[in-house]
């Protein structure tokens, strides 16, 4: 059954690496109490990912004026999101759901992807309101079609 607008957001823990340097546990009730934009990414270091996750790092305080922080999710290990972040200046907690136990939570899970890769995060955006009740979702089966941040935000402004 597909995640839909209304349901309770799947609870998680998982580690980030480029923010600190060291692995942290972060899991989606450290954000209770705060709006959430909970994005998922194929793989790191390719071009529509590098081009997403620095777009929303460079447009941070515009997610922040909108009451909510921002997080990322990819199958990649930590080293390699510690890496990617370093060489592209991305500035949001990216975590590692390295065992894919995640995104299939969430719907936002591609089984079969390109180039006989299995287990790949689909591109996806949901926002999380405060209470952990998901209010937005767009996951999209095409990897190249970036989320639309315009709805996005202006689901945030609904939410205060």
């Known amino acids: 059954m597909a995640i839909k607008v209304g349901d309770k957001a799947p609870e998680f823990t998982l580690l980030s690496k480029n923010m600190t340097g060291e692995p942290k546990p972060i899991s989606l009730s450290d954000y209770k109490g ?9 793989l790191a270091f390719t071009d529509n990912c590098t081009n997403e996750m620095c777009s929303i790092t460079n447009g941070l305080n515009e997610y922040t004026s909108l009451n909510a922080d921002v997080i990322a999710i990819g199958v990649d290990t930590l080293f390699t999101q510690e890496a990617w972040a370093k060489a592209s200046g991305i500035r949001i907690p990216l975590l590692s759901d390295f065992n894919k ?37 767009e996951v999209n089966d095409d990897p190249g079609q970036l989320p639309n941040f315009d709805k996005i935000k202006e689901c945030l402004k609904t939410l205060g």
């Open 101 to 137: 136990e995640v995104a299939p939570k969430y719907d936002a899970f591609y089984d079969e992807f390109v180039l006989g890769m299995k287990g790949v995060a689909k591109r996806s955006a949901f926002v999380i309101d405060k209470d952990g009740i998901i209010r937005y979702v």
């Open 34 to 42: 705060k709006n959430l934009v909970l994005l998922f990414h194929p």
